[in-house]
């Protein structure tokens, strides 16, 4: 069982090392320009695309993305999640400039989730050392037959 812990803690870790260092490997669009080149659709939901009409200009898909689809945005996220790349998506989250190196502010969340993991491990290896010691104990007293 300590084994299996540890298995796993090192996969979890590995594997978020690998997902958080390594560095695309399609390059992204990265202009209007590129974007009208690369003939994508863009995949917007509705309240998206009044924010941008609104903010932006009211004109901005006609004249900057003449090729886009707006979408409810429970049809959106799942379109990102099945990771489709035939389309283009407005990336709500972005925080950083993806030519910069990653610091530890961008990756605040994966070091809370690495910490946890490994917090969580920790509590369970201790569990087990417990039970263990319990049933070693349980073993040892003496059977008193009367």
């Known amino acids: 069982m300590h084994i299996a812990g540890l298995i796993i803690t090192t996969f979890f870790s590995s594997n978020l090392t690998a997902m958080m260092t390594k560095r695309p490997e399609l390059n992204h669009v990265r ?3 590129e974007l009208r080149e690369s003939n994508l659709t863009v995949v917007v939901d509705a309240l998206m ?3 941008i009409e609104r903010s932006v200009d009211a004109e901005f898909f006609k004249n900057t993305v003449s090729n886009f689809l707006v979408v ?3 049809k959106e996220t799942e379109m990102l999640l099945s990771l489709n790349n035939s389309y ?4 709500k989250l972005r925080q950083f400039n993806s030519d910069a190196p990653l610091t530890f502010k961008s990756l605040n969340l994966a070091w809370n989730v690495l ?4 917090g969580m491990a920790l509590i369970i290896f201790l569990i087990e050392i417990f039970m ?4 070693r104990r349980r073993q040892m007293q003496p059977v008193i037959i009367v």
Do not use: M, P
Not at 115 to 118: D, K
């Open 31 to 33: 202009n209007f320009e």
């Open 49 to 51: 695309r009044r924010f």
């Open 115 to 118: 910490i946890f993991g490994y």
């Open 72 to 74: 409810s945005t429970e």
């Open 132 to 135: 263990a010691y319990c049933q």
């Open 88 to 91: 283009a998506y407005v990336d």
